[in-house]
């Protein structure tokens, strides 16, 4: 008696239900491929440079400190010498880039 065309118009509608959340799902999608899998990508990227650090090799900080590593320590630091006689510690993960990678020494 007093239902509302609201009402009337929501019963038994499963498949509008559905329908209506396809959007949300490819908005998601998107965003996943276009936001999440690239910065999962520069992630790992920035991960394995970090662990590949090795005494000699020239970095960039993101202070923007440039120095040569002189002692990688195990416990996520390294020993950077920005100057003659002048060494700073300073954490792994802060380092952006490698300048001039030192080559292995020949076995």
Known sequence: MFATP???QAAGGGAA???SFVPLILI???MYFLLIRPQQKKL???KALVEA????DQVLTQGG???KVTHVNEDGTIVVEIADNVKV???KAT?????????????
């Open 44 to 46: 790992k990227e920035h």
């Open 17 to 19: 239900a559905f329908t």
């Open 89 to 91: 510690k300073i954490v």
């Open 28 to 30: 998601f999608g998107i």
């Open 53 to 56: 650090l090795r005494r000699g």
């Open 95 to 107: 380092i952006v880039s490698v300048m001039n990678k030192t080559e292995p020494a020949a076995a």
């Open 6 to 8: 609201a009402f009337a």
């Open 65 to 67: 400190i440039v120095g």
